[in-house]
């Protein structure tokens, strides 16, 4: 994951990179902050971050 600081419409967005695909599929979110509400959310309701993460508590 990056943060986009260059200018433009983009600035400040979160895209995700691999050397495979790059970023062809645009930003994943708007914003760091909208990222972290997301990761948040997804704590507190033990939903899916990121289409591929799933928060479990081990141990307790």
């Not at 970023?23 to 902050?33: E, F, K, M, N, T």
């Not at 997301?38 to 939903?47: F, M, P, V």
């Amino acid at each position: 994951m990056f943060v986009d600081t260059g200018p433009g419409d983009l600035y400040g967005c979160v895209t995700e990179f691999d050397n495979f695909a790059a970023d062809d599929a645009g930003p994943r979110w708007v914003s760091l902050s909208a990222m972290l509400a997301d990761l948040a959310d997804s704590l507190e309701t033990g939903s899916t971050f990121d289409e591929y993460w799933k928060p479990k508590v081990v141990d307790g």
